[in-house]
C-alpha cells in the first residue's frame, strides 16, 4: 500500500469543510485521512491530495464527498450489534407502540444506516413481533445515510456470513437465501419494508411524519460536541412524545437534552404531565 501524505493547509482546509457541512469532527486524525483514502485517491487517478481535494470541493453533485466520507467513517457493522437496543425494541417499545399508536402506522429511522443491516434487523423484529397482524400496519422504515455507494449496496440487501453471524440460525433460514457466491440476500418482503434515502444528519429534518423511534448508532461518534448537540436537538423535535432515540453505547447527548435516559443508549421523549 502506497501511504499519501497530505499538506498541512489541505488538512486543515479539509477539516473545516468536513465540519462545516456534515458536522464530522477530523480533528487530530491526519493518519486516519492518508490511511484511508491514500488507495482511493489513486484509484481516481491522482497522486495527490490536492488535486483529488479539488474535484471534492468542486462536485455540485455531492457525490464524491460523500464517497470520500464514507471511506473516512466505516466501520465493521453486522446484525444484531447493540443487542440490549433490540431486546429493548421488542420488549418495551413495540407493546408501547401496539397499544398507542391508533393508527397502525408505525413510524420507525434508521438514521445513518450504512450497509442496510441495521434497519433490516428492525424490519425482521417487526415480522416476528407483529406476525399475521402485521397486515395491519405500515411498518416501513426510513433508512438514510450521506453515502450513495453505502445506500446502493444496502438496497441489495445482499451480506456476508461474517454479517449476519450473530443472526439467528431461524431468522437467518425464514428471511435470507443464498446466493450462488455463498452470501446471503435478504428476502424481498423484508427488503420491501425498508426505504433508503439519501440524508445529510447535518439539513434540517423534513420529513411527513414524526417518528416513534429512531436509531441513530455509531454515528454521533464523529461529531463534535456543537453539532451533536443540534442534531439531538433535531431528533428530539422529529420524535412524537413517548418515542425513543437510540444511540450507540460509546455515544452520549448533552445532559441539557430534554430526553430522559432510560437506560445506556435508551432515551425517551416523555411529556410532562399538566
Known amino acids: 500500500m502506497r501511504l499519501l501524505e497530505i499538506a498541512n493547509e489541505d488538512f486543515v482546509k479539509l477539516v473545516k469543510f468536513i ?12 493518519i486516519l485521512v492518508e490511511s484511508r483514502l491514500s488507495n482511493y485517491v489513486l484509484d481516481c487517478g491522482f497522486d495527490n491530495f490536492s488535486d483529488y481535494l479539488r474535484l471534492v470541493y468542486n462536485d455540485s453533485t455531492q457525490r464524491e464527498v460523500a464517497n470520500m466520507i ?18 429493548h425494541m421488542m420488549g418495551i417499545f413495540l407493546p408501547y407502540a ?3 399508536v391508533k393508527d397502525k402506522t408505525l413510524s420507525i429511522w434508521s438514521a445513518g444506516c450504512s450497509y442496510g443491516n441495521e434497519p433490516y434487523n428492525i424490519a425482521m423484529c417487526l415480522d416476528e413481533y407483529f406476525g399475521e397482524q402485521r397486515k395491519q400496519w405500515d411498518l416501513k422504515i426510513l433508512a438514510t445515510d450521506i453515502s450513495y455507494n453505502a445506500l446502493k449496496s444496502a438496497s441489495n440487501g445482499v ?21 450462488q457466491f455463498g452470501d446471503y440476500k435478504v428476502i424481498d418482503e423484508i427488503r420491501n419494508n425498508v426505504v433508503f434515502r439519501y ?3 447535518m439539513e434540517d429534518i423534513a420529513f411527513k411524519r414524526k417518528f416513534h423511534l429512531i436509531f441513530c448508532r455509531n454515528v454521533m461518534i464523529y461529531f463534535n460536541d456543537e453539532a451533536r448537540a443540534k442534531l439531538c436537538k433535531k431528533f428530539y423535535d422529529a420524535t412524537e412524545p413517548g418515542g425513543y432515540l437510540y444511540t450507540g453505547h460509546a455515544e452520549s447527548i448533552p445532559d441539557d437534552m430534554p430526553y430522559k435516559r432510560i437506560s445506556t443508549a435508551i432515551y425517551r421523549k416523555v411529556v410532562e404531565s399538566r
Do not use: C
Open 98 to 100: 401496539e397499544k398507542n
Open 199 to 201: 440524508h445529510n444528519l
Open 159 to 179: 451480506f456476508s456470513p461474517s454479517a449476519i453471524k450473530n443472526v439467528p440460525d431461524r431468522w437467518r433460514e425464514k428471511y435470507f437465501t443464498h446466493t
Open 19 to 30: 465540519k462545516d457541512r456534515y458536522g464530522l469532527n477530523l480533528e487530530d486524525r491526519k
Open 70 to 87: 464514507n471511506r473516512l467513517t466505516t466501520n465493521h457493522t453486522y446484525f444484531m450489534r447493540e443487542t440490549a437496543h433490540f431486546q
